[in-house]
């Protein structure tokens, strides 16, 4: 039987498995019942505010932790009784660090002999693709933020691990070096690596990743993938003329709810009108009130997230 | 056996460009110059007289300027010094994962966790005896200079011997040091450690429990107390045994087992 990242004939072996996931730090339940499974080639990006439970989860998942209770599988084994698995995951925890008086190929060369690799060109070209060539022999505690943070990701990507653990990626990087790492990510997702990445740049997540968990308080709120999260997203048509209460009447008149918010202009939260604002500029033109301004204001992921916890902060209150 | 070998090329790679083990050389060398000092005194009478001090304190070692009085201040210095310098080496060693912010990338890794410690523990067995052997090399060549008298194979044989064992005994208390490097995550509490020996050390020696006590063996059989190095009997060796690999076991246990937060 085949068993690479495909279980029984047909049936998707999951790369990662997590259930009924519980960590207890004496009566301070870090982690509360957290079930999830993330299939091959996925990007799942885990949000949470701080203190929500996302390093102590990635960390139950590296192995560094135990669970008080619960179970980890990567590709369908308990990896801790399976140490060769380890080289088919790259990791990245937090603020990466590396040692200090090395040059960035030795430390490359130090993670080279205890991942057991081979063959030498896998340092070069792991240099090469984050763009540290001109660095390689410069030591890492002369280096910037930016760029410990590409060698962090330099250990993480060395191997060519089939599944990537990354806490705060993003952190210290330049704007052009988080393009050049999301599309390195996203390359790596197409080539088929899983990739479960915890970021509190939002935006970030929402350009890469194929499916969202929120955890709020040790517990996963909501998961979901990035097709519903664009449908979830609060959407709202808003509306400016020269007389805004006419406006009103006349949408009114055609069944269309609107209000005026505290800025002046009107705010239309009929999913066909969102959905066709070409139809409510014609008739707004018809009746001669042209608009000064017409867009659909969609929710960002921030907005979201935030909406998301204090929804749940409210079910809690209620009981 | 592979996983344990790539792990003890990892080990040493880290060394590389470390400032901190040329300083542990240098402080080690110390040694055998202190000693090269007393000669020249026991050697210059005038001189002696001058330096008071140091006069009385190479009269108190009962110092000779001959093979034998300087193989014996070495050995005494690897069973007192070599505690505190093998200290420090375990202490480096094991804990500048934590000082270095690496500890966490050790963990999750093909090789296993035992392993990865037990190249740690080869590289701090090969610094100490190459410290041991680096002061013995220093010795002979500072001895030499010294041109010191009573020259026979049968004294450097007998001095080497116990030269090496009072190292291998040294060497041994390394390993509650990695243990308290590890769970403190850093260099304080090792050093700490190290430091309270020591002054446990000083109210111990004029008690009957010297010959039990781990941190004063290796000084007794050094000959550094005389006549109470014949004392040390098989319990002695094997509270010294019993102390390193409860050492061992707890560094081993605490890195497999505890949460890595």
Redesign the interface.
Known sequence: MVCTLFGMEGEEMKVIELYNLTKKFKDFIAVNNISLEIGPGEIYGFLGLNGAGKTTTI?ML?????PTQGTVLLFGKD?RKN?????N?G?M?ETT??????TVR?NL???F????LTDKKLIDDVIERLKLSDYQNT?AKYLSLGNLQRLGLA?ALMHEPKLLILDEPMNGLDPAGIIEIREILKELSKRGTTIFISSHILSEIAKLGTKIGIIHKGRLIKELESEQLEQQLLKRLIIDTSDNLRVIELLKNKNILSSINDKGVIEIYDYKAISEPEVICGCLVNAGLPPRTLYVFEEDLESFFIRTISNEEVNVWMG | MDGLKRAFIAELLKLKHSNVVWIIFAAFALGPIMGCLMIIILQNPILASKLGIISSKAAILTFSADWNSYFSFLSQVVGFGGIIVFGFVASYLFGREYVDRTARDLLSLPINRTKILNAKFFVYILLCFSLAVSDLILGFILGKALNLTNWEYRILHENIQIYFITTLLALALGTPISFFALWSKGYLAPLGFLVLTLILDQFIAITNIRYYFPWLIPGLYSGALGEFKSLLNIWSYLILAFTCIVGYVLTIFWWEYTDHI
């Open positions: 960390r590296l192995g560094m932790i135990k990896i140490f060769d698995l380890w080289n995951v990791y925890v660090h590396s040692y200090p008086n090395l030795e060369e130090v993670y002999h205890l991942r057991k030591k250990k």
